[in-house]
């Protein structure tokens, strides 16, 4: 063990744990109230916002998940790219319309304006257990990455004393975000980005100086990494799972729960959209994050000894952990690592107070207690984003995970299944929620069984069409057939008049014209 | 102006947030090795730069857009 990296580590997360009961304190509103706790009184302005969906988005997903899977599979790990350069335009077009409309009736999750809008409980009801199974996995990627970081600095105890810090860590986190909502990953966020930023610059400037440049680790690289296999005959080939993957993650990233949060936490749409331009700075962070993956290959970690019982369990997830012990002083990695636990934790905070929301607005509201108070609605949530933290640790223990990223693309098939009911219906009331929910049904249970075909280890599922083979994200073929089967029986359930359902929304809602 | 050839220009300029969706995921563009810069090979160099790029396009159609009048 080193105690000068383990000192500094802990300073720092003692530093930010004391940062998220303060939190509770900043702009100063009543946490007894759902939209104070889980929305942060739709104050924040650019800034904070921009951090906030940051802290979003980048996450043991940029640090440890997509560099592990460049250093194991090379250039097909680099979809992460295009998916969070598209993420942007994408959100850009669409979630302003979301908020107008949430501002106006005073909705605080996804769920709530699907039940404004086709005037139905149950579709609702659909879109928030969605909601809460897929944030589920993406909180469990975020335990991975803290898990692999705690194996790093050197706590290598057996049994339950193993699992200690990962529940120290866990229960610190459960505390503030019960105490302060979403003012504690907010203000949190903060600290963490100058931390990664710190981190980031470093290891691009002094890791490729260490290895020679940029020329020497590309050439240290097997052939095979390097570029996306061409296309065997009559199938797309890796090019169609890369293309795929990025375009799924970008659709999904935008239906999961937490990033509802936090446009709705913004306190205009003015606010969102100068962010959407502002936001790929960190892309252009991740796609550096993403070369770590081939200078811990140049590097050679997984071969030195002092590494050989970390890979053996983390596999390639280790990668950058060991990347950093072998590149920089103790002091260092403990800024790195403190980067990376913090860069953890604060979006699973934001991630179990979004799905937290919709089990007590779509959920327990509306099924247990229509009558509740919002005093003993934001306690519920409270308790809730306790529970969702839970059900993320047993993805943890029970899914076999060679790549940690695999939790987060699990997560987006699921997600991407309420595309139809909450994103078109921005746009239109054509679609009967009959449909929409027979399409739900369809593409949850075709995506979850493509996955299980791949035994949970892969979520490329390869379609043979007409003697063409197409390998795409489940995600997507999910939503394919989700869009099919939803436009077949809105056509049929209108033809024999079954009831529409109220539309409590106006068209000018969606746009702010009615808020005048 | 009246309001519809407003909204007209202003989903014209939008139409240049296609331009990011087809850089990126038209994938035998750019899966090759040369050019490279300072020995990265194209195929990640391409996709970096298209990072700054793309908040480029989505900062002129913002600034094509942001007026009271369009946050509506």
């Known amino acids: 063990m080193n105690w000068t990296m383990i000192g500094v580590f802990l300073a720092l997360f003692v530093f930010v744990t004391i940062l998220g009961f303060v939190a509770a304190r900043w702009r100063h509103g009543d946490l007894t109230q759902l939209h104070e706790w889980g929305l942060g009184?739709?104050?924040?302005?650019?800034?904070?916002?921009?951090?906030?969906?940051?802290?979003?988005?980048?996450?043991?997903?940029?640090?440890?998940?997509?560099?592990?899977?460049?250093?194991?599979?090379?250039?097909?790990?680099?979809?992460a790219l295009p998916y969070t350069i598209i993420v942007y335009p994408l959100v850009f077009l669409v979630l302003p319309r979301l908020w107008w409309v949430s501002h106006k009736h005073n909705y605080v999750t996804g769920a709530d304006f699907v039940r404004g809008r086709y005037g139905s409980p149950?579709?609702?009801?659909?879109?928030?257990?969605?909601?809460?199974?897929?944030?589920?996995?993406?909180?469990?990627?975020?335990?991975?990455?803290?898990?692999?970081?705690?194996?790093?600095?050197?706590?290598?105890?057996?049994?339950?004393?193993?699992?200690?810090?990962?529940i120290i860590a866990f229960v610190v986190l459960a505390a503030y975000t019960y105490t302060s909502g979403l003012r504690a990953p907010a203000l949190i966020s903060i600290v963490k980005d100058l931390l990664i930023y710190i981190t980031v610059i470093a290891a691009v400037i002094i890791i490729p100086m260490q290895l020679g440049g940029f020329g020497k680790i590309f050439a240290a690289v097997p052939h095979a990494k390097m570029l996306l296999a061409a296309p065997p005959a009559a199938s797309l080939g890796s090019y169609g799972a890369f293309a795929t993957l990025a375009f799924g993650s970008a659709l999904a990233l935008f239906a999961y729960p937490h990033t509802m949060t936090g446009v709705l936490s913004g306190k205009n749409p003015r606010v969102l959209r100068r962010n959407m331009a502002l936001l790929p700075a960190?892309?252009?962070?991740?796609?550096?994050?993403?070369?770590?993956?081939?200078?811990?290959?140049?590097?050679?970690?997984?071969k030195l000894p002092a590494f050989a019982s970390g890979f053996q369990q983390y596999k390639a997830n280790f990668a950058v952990p060991a990347l950093i012990l072998h590149s920089f002083p103790a002091w260092f990695s403990g800024v790195a690592f403190a980067a990376i636990v913090i860069g953890a934790l604060v979006p699973a905070a934001i991630m179990s107070i979004a799905a937290a929301n919709l089990f007590t607005r779509n959920i327990y509201r509306e099924y247990f207690r229509p009558q509740c108070s919002s005093a003993e609605e934001a306690r519920v949530a409270k308790w809730a984003s306790l529970v969702v933290k839970a059900g993320a640790l047993i993805f943890v223990l029970e899914l076999p995970?060679?790549?940690?990223?695999?939790?987060?693309?699990?997560?987006?098939?699921?997600?991407?299944?309420?595309?139809?009911?909450?994103?078109?219906?921005?746009?239109?009331?054509?679609?009967?929620?009959?449909?929409?929910?027979?399409?739900?049904?369809?593409?949850?249970?075709?995506?979850?069984?493509?996955?299980?075909?791949?035994?949970?280890?892969g979520t490329v599922y390869p379609l043979h069409l007409f003697g063409f083979t197409i390998p795409a994200y489940a995600a997507l073929w999910g939503l394919i057939l989700n869009l099919i089967v939803a436009f077949v029986f809105t056509l049929i359930f209108r033809a024999l008049h079954l009831a529409e359902g109220q539309d409590a929304t106006a068209p000018g809602d969606y746009t702010g014209q009615s808020a005048q | 102006m009246s309001s519809s050839t407003n909204g007209k220009k202003r989903s014209s300029w939008r139409l240049l947030l296609l331009v990011p969706f087809i850089a990126t995921?038209?994938?035998?563009?750019?899966?090759?090795?040369?050019?490279?810069?300072?020995?990265?090979?194209?195929?990640?160099?391409?996709?970096?730069?298209?990072?700054?790029?793309?908040?480029?396009?989505?900062?002129?159609?913002?600034?094509?857009?942001?007026?009271?009048?369009?946050?509506?």
Do not use: K
């Open chain 1, 122 to 166: 149950t579709l609702a009801l659909l879109v928030a257990l969605t909601g809460i199974l897929a944030t589920m996995p993406y909180i469990a990627l975020q335990l991975v990455g803290i898990e692999v970081i705690i194996a790093a600095l050197g706590f290598h105890a057996g049994g339950w004393a193993a699992d200690l810090p990962l």
């Open chain 1, 41 to 79: 009184g739709r104050r924040f302005g650019t800034v904070v916002t921009w951090f906030l969906l940051g802290g979003d988005v980048y996450t043991a997903y940029t640090f440890i998940a997509v560099p592990a899977l460049v250093f194991g599979a090379g250039a097909i790990g680099f979809f």
């Open chain 2, 25 to 72: 995921l038209w994938v035998p563009f750019y899966n090759r090795v040369e050019p490279t810069f300072i020995g990265i090979p194209f195929f990640y160099w391409y996709l970096l730069l298209w990072a700054p790029l793309s908040a480029l396009i989505t900062w002129i159609v913002f600034s094509r857009s942001d007026s009271p009048d369009n946050d509506r």
């Open chain 1, 282 to 302: 960190y892309t252009l962070v991740l796609g550096l994050l993403a070369l770590l993956g081939f200078m811990a290959l140049a590097a050679g970690v997984d």
């Open chain 1, 401 to 457: 995970s060679i790549y940690a990223i695999q939790f987060q693309l699990l997560g987006g098939v699921w997600i991407a299944q309420i595309i139809p009911a909450v994103a078109l219906g921005l746009y239109t009331r054509w679609w009967h929620r009959g449909g929409l929910a027979l399409g739900w049904l369809c593409g949850m249970v075709v995506g979850t069984w493509m996955v299980a075909s791949l035994h949970f280890a």
